[in-house]
């Protein structure tokens, strides 16, 4: 049994920091994230592109071109971080919407990153030396999973087994596909992280819908103290609270 | 055309920790002092939505802008060097109070062993200890000639601690307030190192255990233990940073003027002095040239370095030859340490920066190295910064990285796993040097800063003595399954490690071999001041800052003196 800590209220706090009354600016709105409809049964997406639906989509595409591209990197995510039960996957966490979001800005421009040139391949020890953009790679990587789909199963990335996306998936972790200008093991490697990202973020970027992804983890979010709690020996069960939420 | 401006008493480049501490105490003085900063104002105000691991820890919002300038890294003089093009490895700062805003807090006093490391090796262990690759040498200063700024950096500081290390040099006040709370999961470090006849103590803080003046009149709140320290801002005040405190202090003497978006090109040099610095408003593009009585750096160790190389002080370091000393002794840290599983929940998320124990019996020279193939070693210590729920997926060995089995496991162990962590101690090798990149430029289209590094035989040694001290004190603690940190082989700009980089401008009595004397004053130059990590010779088992901003402080002392009767300090 873990007990519910009494809620900290604003005015214990500002006593306990001794901080001005009106230093502290809330606000924000939790934007899109209600009246989302997720089918919680099938989280497989097929690449018919009439199935929008099922993940909830009324989000349109900032980056994506058309329904195909979306479908396959949800089913990438999924099988990253599936739906299981101790929660949602990353479908139904909105990952997929946190991902176009992200390519549409500067994380797929590579904006606060150096991108002159020259360019080499360089050692493993001296990092990403690609002359691509994440929304390049993205883009291409997207076209190189369901190429590698058709190859191995005649079908499209979205429309395989589970178990056979994995296999592809493992395929480009384990640096096995050609790729143009990135290693496949780097394009995984950025939707393997761009999938935490998506569902452990702040709702407001798109993904953890519901603050799902943090309810699972029993993290709680945006507090403002735990200073009368962490010297507790108990766990402490906390309702999570998003930064446009207070 | 750049547009000369008046002449100042002092003008200082980049407004971190010791550029506030110089302006501060100069402007107290009494003089005039024009603070250059390249990024933006910034302060608490700008902090209330920093709850937000995203955009801070992994988007690095407070941080350098690597696009615009970055550094070229390589691994030994052979490779080719290439642009870090994306930040990892370290965290570089940015904008007002620099990565002293985005800081743990961990406030150490290097130790007096650190200071004549050189003089007390060779005294217990003869000349060879090492090999005559590493450039070992004495700092010029002592831990008592230091000892009054350490504990005016404390002060100004509002350091929470206990004095309670039986191991580190004798501090003459104890600490301006107690130490942070300790947490069911700092007395399980502090039951286990006991247990095994070490000797525990509350980590030296900058995430105050209770409200604090300091004597310069400015405020720092109490520690509300968020868990949004490192990589962020703090919202409450209260986690001491440049901008709540030396800054704020240095803007009400009247004396103190600061210029943001000013991009500092080239550190005039005229004979044996400097005329001032060649700056660029980056937002008008206009140049400037910002003439000054004394001219001091304090942008970090990457550009103190670069500055000095671009604008020609100095002899650049040449490890073929081993002339030279402007780039010399880079050096940057191992962080020996285990993971343990856990079966009982714990308050994982809740957290400080600098809410830790530590213990020193395998730090500096502490313990008997006469049977070991290294010197030094490194703090040991369990911290409580908060998990957040991006960065920290722990998983044990052989678990699948992703998938069904990854996403059990990684939900699994988040509250129900710790780590011990060291920072510990680097030496200096005649192959780790800065010096400037001769391809790759930045958008000012000044070279870049190139990096010759790697982790030398020392270091190895080093790291699996102290991880194997480390799982020790993770079973003893009661944890189901223990992994050490694997064995370290070649430095990686990838990942991050940790931003105490030291070197390339380092502190000494002779200019044989030091760019900069005891006072930080330049050899070469003397109403040029280089202050920051830079200065160290080699880089200790602790975290810097406490040290750097020690001798900042003794530094502000020397110039204040300088700008009365000018010549050389020593």
Redesign the interface.
Same mark, same amino acid.
């Given at each position: 049994m873990t007990e519910k800590p009494k809620n900290y209220s604003r005015r214990d706090?500002l006593k306990?920091?001794?901080?001005a009354t009106g230093?502290?600016? +809330?606000g +924000?709105l939790i934007g899109g994230l209600v009246g989302l409809n997720v089918d919680k049964d099938d989280q497989h997406v097929s690449d018919t592109g009439n199935t929008n639906h099922e993940m909830g989509t009324n989000g349109g595409f900032q980056f994506f071109q058309n329904q195909r591209e979306f479908n396959v990197i949800s089913n990438a995510t999924e099988?990253?971080?599936?739906k299981?039960d101790?929660g949602p996957?990353a479908i139904e966490l909105g990952v997929p919407y946190f991902i176009d979001r992200q390519l549409a800005g500067?994380?797929g421009s590579?904006?606060?990153?150096?991108? @002159?040139g020259?360019f080499?391949v +360089?050692?493993?020890?001296? +990092?990403? @030396?690609s002359r691509l953009t994440r929304a390049s790679i993205f883009r291409q990587g997207i076209a190189v999973l369901d190429e590698e789909a058709n190859k191995r199963f005649k079908k499209g990335f979205s429309s395989i087994e589970a178990e056979q996306m994995?296999e592809i998936?493992t395929a480009f @972790?384990n640096d096995e596909i050609p790729m143009t200008g990135v290693t496949s093991a780097f394009f995984f490697r950025l939707i393997?992280t761009a999938?935490?990202?998506g569902a452990?973020?702040?709702p407001m970027?798109g993904g953890n819908r519901n603050m799902d992804?943090?309810k699972?983890?029993?993290?709680?979010?945006?507090?403002?103290?735990?200073?009368n709690?962490?010297?507790?020996?108990k766990? @402490?069960k906390i309702e999570p609270q998003p930064?446009g939420g207070m | 055309m750049a547009t000369t401006l008046a002449k100042v008493d002092v003008v200082v480049v980049g407004l971190g920790w010791t550029g506030g501490i110089i302006a501060a105490e100069c402007a107290k003085a009494g003089l005039k002092v024009i603070g250059l900063e390249r990024g933006r104002k910034r302060g608490? =105000?700008d902090f209330?939505?920093i709850?937000? =691991?995203?955009r801070y820890a *992994?988007?690095?919002e407070l941080m350098q802008?690597?696009?615009k300038?970055?550094i070229t890294?390589?691994?030994n003089r052979k &490779? #080719?060097a290439?642009? &870090?093009?994306?930040m990892?490895s370290f965290l570089l700062g940015d904008g007002l109070g620099g990565s002293g805003t985005h800081w743990n807090g961990h406030t150490w006093r290097f130790y007096p062993y650190d200071f004549q490391i050189k003089t007390m090796t060779d005294e217990k262990y003869g000349p060879n200890k090492l090999s005559s690759d590493y450039l070992l040498q004495d700092w010029g200063v002592t831990y008592d000639e230091l000892e009054p700024y350490f504990y005016k950096y404390d002060q100004t500081a509002g350091i929470s601690g206990e004095d309670k290390n039986p191991f580190w040099g004798k501090r003459a006040q104890d600490f301006p307030t107690p130490p942070m709370?300790?947490? #069911?999961i700092l007395k399980k470090f502090e039951g286990a190192t006991k247990s095994l006849g070490y000797s525990p103590f509350m980590l030296p803080s900058a995430n105050l255990s209770e409200?604090y003046t300091n004597p310069d009149g400015e405020?720092i709140?109490?520690?509300?233990?968020?868990?949004f320290c490192e990589r962020f801002g703090c =919202?409450?005040?209260?986690k001491t940073s440049p901008e709540i405190t030396v800054i704020p202090t240095a803007t009400k003497t009247g004396n103190f003027e600061t210029k943001f978006h000013a991009n500092v090109v080239e550190v005039i040099k005229s004979g044996n002095k400097v005329s001032g610095v060649k700056y660029l408003d980056t937002e008008s593009g206009e140049e400037f040239i910002q003439e000054a009585e004394v001219v001091v750096l304090a942008s970090y160790v990457m550009n103190n370095a670069k500055l000095l190389m671009v604008s020609n002080i100095g002899e650049q370091y040449d490890p073929e030859t081993g002339k030279g000393t402007l780039g010399k002794n880079y050096c940057y840290q191992i962080l020996p340490g285990a993971n343990g599983y856990f079966e =009982?929940?714990?308050?994982t998320? &809740?957290?400080a920066g600098a809410l830790g124990m530590t213990i020193d019996d395998f730090n500096a020279d502490n313990f008997d190295h006469s049977d070991l193939d290294f010197i030094h070693g490194g703090s040991i210590s369990i911290t409580q910064t908060g998990?957040? #729920? *991006?960065e920290t997926?722990p998983i044990q060995q052989g678990t699948p /990285?992703?998938?069904?089995e990854?996403?059990?496991n990684s *939900?699994y162990n988040? /509250?129900r796993s710790l780590s011990i962590g060291t920072q510990g101690a680097s030496m200096p090798h005649k192959e780790n040097y800065l010096s400037l990149d001769t !391809?790759? !430029?930045d958008v000012y289209g000044l070279p870049l800063l190139q990096m010759t590094y790697n982790f030398t035989d020392q270091d190895r040694a080093l790291h699996k003595f102290i991880t194997e001290k480390t799982v020790n004190i993770m079973k003893e603690m009661g944890a189901k399954t223990v992994e050490g940190k694997a064995p370290i082989t070649?430095?990686? *700009?990838?990942g991050y490690q940790t931003t105490h980089n030291t070197g390339g401008t380092i502190m000494g009595a002779s200019p044989e071999n030091s760019v900069v004397n005891p006072f930080l004053q330049h050899w070469d130059a003397e109403n040029l001041f280089v202050i920051g990590a830079g200065n160290f010779p080699h880089n200790g088992g602790y975290n810097p800052t406490g040290t750097v901003a020690a001798l900042a402080y003794r530094s502000a002392e020397g110039i204040i003196k300088y700008s009365k009767s000018g010549g050389s300090l020593v």
């Open positions: 706090f306990t920091t001794g901080i230093a502290l600016i +809330g +924000g099988r990253i971080f599936p299981d101790i996957g500067q994380y590579n904006t606060k990153e150096y991108m @002159q020259p080499a +360089g050692a493993k020890t001296q +990092g990403y @030396q994995d998936l @972790q393997r999938t935490l990202e452990y973020a702040d970027y992804g943090w699972m983890k029993e993290f709680p979010g945006h507090q403002m103290s735990y200073i709690v962490i010297d507790k020996e766990f @402490q930064l | 608490t =105000e209330q939505q709850h937000d =691991e995203y *992994i988007r690095y802008d690597v696009a300038e970055t890294i390589r691994n &490779m #080719p290439l642009p &870090m093009r994306q990892s709370k300790r947490t #069911p409200p405020v709140n109490a520690c509300q233990y968020c868990g =919202e409450y005040g209260a =009982e929940q714990m308050n998320f &809740m957290g998990y957040r #729920p *991006i997926n /990285t992703w998938g069904a990854f996403k059990k *939900i988040y /509250t !391809k790759y !430029k070649d430095y990686d *700009i990838v």
